[in-house]
């Protein structure tokens, strides 16, 4: 059975809802509905798009998060329930106050999963991974050698070219990333807030004008599926953001990944994780944080 569905509008339309359904209404036409129990995301491409509070207050009840995106397809502002999870008071507290040490075993753990999930990716593509792999076992305590940077300098160019570099105001392969990014963004967001977990308060990531901090930090060890569908579709067409493309890189919901041993769609293992991580909160053990792995 395949996850909730993701409803990406990047035209002119009113969203508004009727009987616990969503409904897209363009030209004074309903040309799509869908209950919210169904809904995983709404992505919102437009300036001329409108949407009705009662549309929104669903939306929140069933902790489907909405994103307004630029004309870069960059997040620009979410709107999700921070509320879902009747620990949230008590899991915030131990947010603050984690301690250093927990803290940079968390990031080192997240680091070293990324690294590997990048060398996975190179091998599925056909790529050199040799020096990739290399670097994953040499990430330390909250990664002081910057084993990152590293890996992500010699990604890129393994995985799209010696030319590309990753700049989320370049239009392209970048555009691509930004708006699969987006997608991966929302659905680890909305995990961790029906964890009880508040995703400003991030591990890794601090930015006062950044309200998902800790999303982006979970969202680190499953980035490479999203660079996998980027490369899938430019070996197909041209780097371009279309409805074709959209559609492909949507897929990402419904990826297999392993956690804890066992397989599930990638929401289901972001719970899985967001919850592993608010019981490491609470018990301050790394080892009950479980990450995701790429099968």
């Known amino acids: ?41 709404i992505i919102l491409c437009n300036p001329q798009i409108t949407v009705s509070i009662a549309a929104l207050q669903l939306s929140l009840e069933h902790n489907v998060p909405v994103i307004v995106c630029n004309e870069k397809h960059l997040p620009t502002g979410f709107l999700h329930a921070p509320l879902t999870n009747s620990l949230h008071s008590k899991l ?4 603050a106050e ?32 040799e020096l990739i ?33 990753r700049n989320p105001d370049l239009e392209g392969i970048n ?25 400003t308060l991030g591990i890794f990531h601090h930015n006062q004008y950044n309200h998902f901090c800790l999303a982006d930090d979970l969202m680190e060890m499953a980035r490479p599926l999203v660079d996998l569908k980027v490369f899938e579709i430019i070996k197909k067409q041209q780097p371009k953001i279309t409805s074709r493309t959209k559609k492909k890189l949507l897929e990402i919901i419904n990826a297999e990944v392993i956690i804890a041993g066992a397989k599930y769609y990638l929401p289901h293992a972001l719970q899985r994780c967001s919850k592993s991580l608010a019981d490491c909160l609470v018990d301050g053990n790394v080892d009950t944080f479980k990450t995701i792995q790429m099968s």
Request: aromatic letters at 8%; a positive charge.
């Open 1 to 41: 059975m395949l996850v909730n569905r993701i409803v990406e509008v990047s035209n002119p339309a009113y969203l508004k809802t009727s009987n616990k359904q969503l409904l897209v209404e363009k030209d004074d036409q309903i040309v799509g509905s869908i209950p919210f129990e169904d809904l995983h995301a």
């Open 175 to 199: 555009s691509l990333l930004n708006y699969g990014y987006a997608v991966l963004r929302a659905s680890t967001a909305r995990a961790l807030a029906g964890s009880g977990l508040n995703t």
């Open 133 to 165: 792999e290399g670097l994953q076992t040499q990430v330390r305590s909250g990664d002081p050698d910057n084993i990152e940077a590293q890996a992500a300098s010699i990604y890129w160019r393994e995985l799209f070219g010696s030319d590309f570099r």
């Open 92 to 95: 915030i507290r131990f947010q």
């Open 98 to 129: 984690i301690k250093a040490p927990l803290r940079k075993q968390l990031w080192k753990k997240i680091v070293a999963t990324k690294v590997e999930h990048q060398a996975i990716a190179l091998k599925k593509c056909e790529k050199n991974a």
